[in-house]
């Protein structure tokens, strides 16, 4: 009996094995995202990012995503199930995942994990972030140019320092067109919320906005300028089909580059712990297409697009002033990427108080 | 005053998917049905609205079809609780959660697609008067219909034989039984209204509200048109308070961030369900006035014989 039981506990030890050695013949390269892959979005972007490396790395790499993670206990959950269901790299594509992603990442040492837009590394855990603000000031610069009342309505989530980025950057870009420029600010607490989204957006067109920059996923906004004859940018991806006489420019998010370097770095060996934040200089993020302005307005825009572009111009060069009157940078100071990623403070010309 | 025009106008389509399906639930809950599925009702008839309307390139096809869709949810919840006589409150929540889920499948594909709207009315030289012009007369079909709505359901619940024999088969299905009324029948006919009056309301967020479909768009508001009901005493004219109230607030605390007052913004994403629970409940005081318009037969099974 004991050795009968002996040979068929040994054939499903190498049952298993095999079993296991079988399936590991693919890197498994694994997405979690905070939205719908299809939100028409931020999460989608980065979804398009994972189709590139399904199809530049499809012999070698097998992809597959958990969408609609909320940020919190249940991030936790799904990415945990992701670590032990044999995925090589999982890719966390939330802010709210940063700290799920440290404590799942030092159970398993072996997996490798990418935290988007986070600051939290470890030894299996890189962070990947988008100078998002690039765009954003170039953006001040044309809602400057094209805002009649001198307005501008911006729809925005959470007070996290990369939506803080986003306003300051703004601001300073709309200041360099318009010193009076004014920005109307509201807070939906939500990175997703279409009927949230656009009553904001109402609202914020009744105080006199003109021109609509949202740091929210859904192209509600961009509708509701379309309705009312206004202008609006979009967020994440091209929302010109949501408001194709109100559309201005999308801030578009370009992932595909970066992931097929780092899944490529996990199947020749070479991955490392990194922290990376690109910008216009690596086309990872696109502003575009730019439409519905005069002419001048666009090559203006391009100009400075090139700029940072080259190297040239740094959007946080000073002089800089803080909201209290503070010179947060000298003249030809460029702030730092660490205070920039710990940002928690307007420039002045901001009438808002930063939400705690 | 001109600057009231437009909060007003935004008010009043704000509060027109509560409006829709509150009424729709007020109907059955007077006919003694609980039916907490309005969530589920509201999300499959969002995106079966917006899958009809894309495909067909017909608002009106939309419509037509969240209602549909909505009196299709509703009849399964029907066959539930009157015949198999489930447990309501159970059956409620089961097409809630299965309603939600089932919206998200249908309309994975149809995420990202730029819906085409319904056309708002245009009265030639009524709807250019100032102010009262576009309130009164620039809706879109979908509000006039939820006034109507709301007028045509205090009419018949509180002014019609028809009226009469809803309430009694809510107060007391026994004795209505006994007086010959076909208690079944009433109640299905009133849960598959409530369904239908979902339905649109799903229907107005899809189609109207913002021309899309998300998965999880009705964020909730199936709940609150399900608290406004009760809060609102069932009684048809203080829903469209409540329902009016809720969207002011909302709206209300969107604009004040706006002009940069500073209360922190999770204080006033709390002050609708706030404000509209306490206005509501201060002016239903009246334990007379509860008791009289309360169905006393809400959510009792109802077995004919036994």
Redesign the interface.
């Known amino acids: 009996m004991q050795k009968f039981l002996a040979a068929v506990g040994a054939a499903a030890i190498l049952a298993f094995a095999a079993g296991g050695a079988g399936a590991a013949d693919k890197l498994k390269a694994c997405f979690v995202y905070v939205g719908?892959h299809?939100?028409?979005g931020y999460s989608?972007q980065h979804d398009m990012g994972r189709q590139q490396v399904d199809k530049e790395l499809g012999d070698k790499v097998e992809t597959s995503f958990v969408e609609?993670v909320a940020e919190g206990p249940d991030a936790e959950r799904a990415i945990e199930r992701l670590a032990r269901g044999g995925c090589k790299i999982i890719f966390t594509t939330s802010f709210g995942f940063m700290d799920p992603t440290i404590k799942i990442a030092a159970k398993y040492p072996d997996v490798k994990f990418e935290h988007a837009t986070g600051f939290k590394t470890a030894a299996n855990v890189s962070t990947y972030n988008l100078r998002w603000y690039e765009g954003r000031y170039v953006m001040g610069q044309i809602a400057a140019k094209i805002s009649k009342s001198g307005t501008a309505?911006y729809i925005v989530s959470f007070p996290i320092p990369e939506v803080i980025m986003g306003i300051n950057a703004f601001m300073l870009g709309a200041q360099s067109v318009n010193p009076d420029f004014k920005v109307?600010?509201?807070?939906?607490?939500t990175w997703?919320?279409?009927?949230?989204?656009?009553?904001?957006a109402?609202?914020?067109?009744?105080?006199g906005?003109d021109v609509l920059i949202q740091h929210t996923d859904?192209?509600?906004g961009m509708?509701v300028a379309e309705?009312r004859g206004l202008h609006a940018f979009g967020q994440s991806s091209d929302m010109s089909?949501?408001g194709p006489k109100a559309h201005l420019a999308s801030l578009i998010d370009n992932w595909g580059p970066y992931y097929v370097k780092r899944v490529k770095a996990v199947l020749d060996g070479s991955w490392k712990s990194t922290q990376t934040w690109a910008g216009f200089a690596d086309d990872d993020i696109i502003l575009g297409p730019l439409g519905n302005m005069p002419d001048d307005v666009k090559a203006m825009a391009q100009g400075t697009i090139d700029k940072i572009k080259s190297g040239q111009f740094f959007v946080f060069t000073g002089p800089i002033y803080k909201q209290d009157g503070t010179l947060a940078a000298k003249e030809g100071e460029k702030i730092d990427d660490a205070t920039l990623l710990s940002l928690n403070w307007y420039v002045k010309g901001v009438?808002?108080?930063i939400?705690? | 005053m001109e600057m009231l025009e437009g909060p007003i106008l935004t008010i009043i389509t704000a509060a027109t998917p509560l409006l829709l399906a509150a009424l729709g639930e007020l109907v059955t809950e007077r006919s003694g049905v609980l039916n907490l599925g309005v969530e589920g009702m509201m999300a499959v008839g969002a995106v079966c609205g917006f899958v009809a309307a894309d495909l067909s390139g017909q608002p009106f096809l939309g419509v037509a079809a969240a209602v549909l869709a909505g009196m299709a949810a509703a009849a399964l919840f029907a066959l539930l609780t009157l015949v198999l006589v489930a447990n309501q409150v159970a059956s409620g929540l089961a097409l809630t959660l299965s309603g939600l889920g089932l919206s998200a499948l249908i309309g994975d594909a149809f995420v990202g697609v730029p819906g085409l709207g319904v056309p708002h009315l245009h009265i030639p030289g009524v709807s250019v008067i100032p102010f009262l012009g576009p309130i009164l007369f620039g809706q879109d079909i979908l509000t006039y219909l939820a006034w109507a709505l709301a007028i045509g359901v205090w009419y018949v619940l509180f002014r019609t034989r028809t009226g009469l024999v809803i309430r009694a088969v809510g107060d007391n299905h026994v004795s209505a039984h006994a007086l010959g009324y076909p208690v079944i029948r009433v109640r299905l006919l009133a849960v598959l209204f409530g369904g239908a009056a979902a339905g649109l309301a799903g229907g107005y967020l899809s189609l109207v509200y913002t021309p899309q479909w998300t998965p999880n768009m009705t964020a909730g508001r199936g709940w609150i048109a399900l608290a406004l009901v009760v809060f609102a005493a069932w009684i048809p004219l203080r829903v469209v308070l409540g329902a009016l109230l809720f969207g002011a607030i909302s709206y209300l605390a969107l604009y004040l961030q706006g002009i940069g007052i500073g209360l922190p913004s999770q204080f006033l994403s709390s002050m609708p369900y706030l404000t509209t629970i306490l206005v509501l409940v201060v002016i239903s005081r009246n334990r007379v006035l509860l008791r009289v318009n309360t169905p006393a037969c809400l959510g009792q099974a109802f077995v004919p014989d036994r």
């Open positions: 719908p299809n939100d028409g989608q609609n309505g109307k600010i509201v807070w939906v607490n997703f919320d279409p009927g949230k989204e656009a009553d904001a109402k609202a914020l067109f009744d105080q906005a859904s192209p509600a509708q309705a089909k949501f009438d808002d108080k939400p705690q």
